[in-house]
């Protein structure tokens, strides 16, 4: 069956999709407060640290989404708690919104808290996020430089959530008067055209009920980097749709979080 894409704005819209969207985007600041109110973080700049009881298994990053332009860490707090109830330290790091800041400059942030959290917790460190933030856990482990390579070398997994793996087709939409993304800019920052570090396994990790684009993309970063030696497979969780793929984030037996935090002795 030929798959065309008519309408790239209609093919990245998520809420339009989703029954009763409203009450998603108005209970995640609601929950994030009422957790943060159980487990103060450790304020880590732009970024938010939660520490467990007892000594730290390791460190989960979770990276947000919103199309690289909305929400902050105080939106998803809650979804810490499957790390915290593994015994693992769990950072939400915070960056720019664009138009303020490029996707480039984005990544630079992330980082940069990654390596600083880092300094704190030792141990193995999972990376995850959604959607844009799933982009950025990706980008997280390309073989470029993005992660110090001490820091790198600590990572023991990586399950982008409903990533954007491939930056091109955001340039069709409206969102790009924002986003203001290039041609030269998608080529450097897309983790489906880059060199992936080896020896860290990568889930790509998406709802069954998502938008087609968001299923494509998944299977697309998957697919490249198992190209290019990397141990990858794309799990299709069904029955989820964008908005609540990430609530296994709370629950440490659920079997995206057994994925994230399985290969903690593998490196």
Do not use: K
Not at 4 to 18: E, K, L, P, S, T
């Amino acid at each position: 069956m030929l798959y065309q894409v008519d309408d790239w704005d209609d093919a990245y819209a998520n809420g339009a999709h989703i029954p009763n969207a409203e009450a998603y985007f108005a209970s995640w600041p609601q929950s994030a407060a009422a957790f943060r109110d159980r487990h103060p973080p450790r304020d880590l700049g732009r970024g938010h640290l939660f520490m467990p009881q007892g000594t730290p298994r390791g460190l989960m990053v979770f990276i947000h989404g919103g199309y690289w332009m909305n929400t902050d860490p105080s939106f998803w707090s809650h979804l810490a708690e499957g790390a915290l109830l593994a015994g693992w330290v769990a950072l939400l790091p915070g960056y720019t919104l664009a138009p303020e800041a490029r996707i480039t400059q984005m990544t630079g942030q992330v980082a940069r808290q990654i390596a600083t959290a880092a300094e704190q917790v030792e141990g193995p460190i999972a990376i995850t996020g959604h959607s844009a933030g799933g982009h950025l856990a990706a980008r997280m482990v390309c073989d470029d430089g993005t992660l110090p390579a001490q820091v790198l070398a600590r990572v023991s997994a990586c399950v982008p959530i409903s990533p954007l793996s491939d930056l091109r087709p955001l340039m069709r939409t409206a969102m790009n008067r924002t986003l203001m993304i290039d041609l030269p800019e998608a080529l450097a920052e897309s983790p489906a055209l880059l060199q992936p570090a080896q020896g860290i396994p990568v889930t790509t990790w998406v709802g069954g009920s998502e938008r087609p684009e968001f299923l494509r993309q998944a299977r697309l970063l998957a697919d490249a980097w198992a190209g290019l030696g990397a141990a990858t497979e794309c799990v299709t969780a069904p029955g989820r749709h964008h908005f609540n793929v990430v609530e296994d984030l709370m629950r440490p037996d659920a079997p995206l979080m057994t994925r994230l935090l399985a290969q903690s002795g593998s490196r």
